[in-house]
């Protein structure tokens, strides 16, 4: 069974701190790690995905084998970056299913 | 405007009306799924379909049917509405393969009186 964890329902942060989303994982096999962004009002969209280990919009998120951990980064928080994220996991085999977190919603004060 | 579509947005209905959200994308992929998101923000997949099969079905009841008349649609039937039925529906598309994104619609709220 595919399982994802975010501890946090609420990080509420001041614009210029960092940010960490915590991401914890259960899964057998291989998987593969995704954070999705739903931003007010707007459809939920892809932030970013482990295999491409890239940064998007300053975020960054490195997939920990070890601690089953895929927890999102970001050096310093701005305002449009308020949201709900969800961190999401496909495991390899069962036809494209993601299992998302229960999300964490961000709020990014002034 | 290439994107994945769902018709209604809003839908108020009573216990016990059947009803159907519709689902269009023209992203040329071949597998799209519908999901269920509470009250408190939890989603959940319910549907998959691929190539006009069902490749996931997650334990929904079977009021819910899924019906894809070819790629580019997948519609969500729902007979017998219950109270607990009332959430936000999202439908998905992607290319087949688990690295691939999906591209999720806008969401059709329902609420069931």
């Known amino acids: 069974a595919q399982r994802v964890t975010q501890p946090e329902k609420l990080l509420s942060v001041f614009k210029g701190a960092p940010v960490e989303l915590k991401c914890n994982y259960s899964y057998s096999g291989s998987p593969e790690l995704f954070w999705y962004v739903q931003y007010s009002r707007q459809r939920l969209q892809l932030l970013l995905r482990?295999?491409s280990r890239e940064s998007i919009k300053g975020f960054t998120a490195d997939l920990n084998k070890g601690e089953t951990s895929f927890h999102l980064k970001k050096p310093f928080a701005q305002e449009e970056d308020s949201a709900m994220y969800y961190c999401?996991?496909?495991?390899?085999?069962?036809?494209?299913?993601?299992?998302f977190g229960t999300g964490t919603q961000l709020k990014v004060e002034l | 405007d290439t994107a994945v579509s769902q018709t209604p947005k809003y839908l108020v209905t009573q216990m016990g009306n059947d009803k159907s959200i519709k689902c269009e994308q023209n992203?040329?992929?071949?597998?799209m799924y519908w999901y269920k998101q509470d009250s408190k923000k939890f989603l959940k997949i319910m549907f998959s379909?691929?190539?006009?099969?069902?490749?996931i079905n997650e334990t929904v009841p079977n009021r819910f049917s899924p019906k894809s008349p070819d790629k580019a649609h997948l519609n969500l039937h729902i007979n017998s509405l219950e109270l607990g039925d009332s959430a936000v529906y999202f439908c998905a598309s992607s290319h087949s393969g688990g690295y691939n994104e999906q591209f999720f619609g806008p969401g059709t709220r329902l609420t069931v009186l």
């Open positions: 482990h295999i």
């Open positions: 999401a996991l496909s495991g390899t085999g069962g036809g494209n299913k993601l299992t």
């Open positions: 992203l040329g992929h071949d597998t």
């Open positions: 379909y691929n190539n006009k099969e069902l490749i």
